[in-house]
């Protein structure tokens, strides 16, 4: 699992999600003995929101020069936020109860996707060119790279099989093939736990 954390993603926030969050880092940080000198102290990034507020409503209806002050003091208010959230971050040192104590939002942790599925629509296709078959699958989620196995004969039999390449991506050639031999391919995918289970066949014959 992944270090709890914050986000970071404060540029991104909308002018409502600024304030908003402002007014829960404020009440968060207030009093709480993990941050005992805040970056930016609480009273000035307090006034600092106050003033974005009464600037939100000001441009709702006003003049432009009123959305003009209250895009920069949401630029200040955002600078202040991030410069805030670096601070709770090296204070709390990776501690999921600080982190969320101090009223930011902590960053979802990924959820682990597990053995992968087999990949999909496995095609192989004839292309004309001398011991050359395209193959092309469908995306499994979660993969990393892509393993490609290859047969010729009893496909039932898994000494038959043995590996050709690994790629991460779906669509490939096979080439230095025989002419005028079926082969078979299937195709498996590795992700974080593992190799998933393996496609369903596809044949050609090689040009």
Partial sequence: MARPDITLRITRLTVLEALNMSRCVIAGMRNDPHFPEPKIPLDILEQQTDRFQELIT?????????????????????????AQAWYV???????????AG???PLRKQPEPIGPLAAPQNLVASYTGRRGTIALKWKPVRGAITYR????????LNEENWSEVLIQ???KVEVQELTSGIHYWFRVDALGTAGFGAASGMAGCMAA
Avoid: P, Y
């Fill in 102 to 104: 101090s009223g930011f």
């Fill in 148 to 155: 490609v196995w290859i047969a010729i004969g009893d496909i």
């Fill in 58 to 82: 000001e441009a709702t209806h006003g003049t432009r020069q009123a959305l003009l002050q209250r895009d920069a003091v949401f630029a200040e208010l955002r600078d202040m936020l991030t």
């Fill in 168 to 170: 991460s991506r779906t």
């Fill in 89 to 99: 971050r090296s204070c709390a040192a990776g501690d999921a109860v600080i982190l």
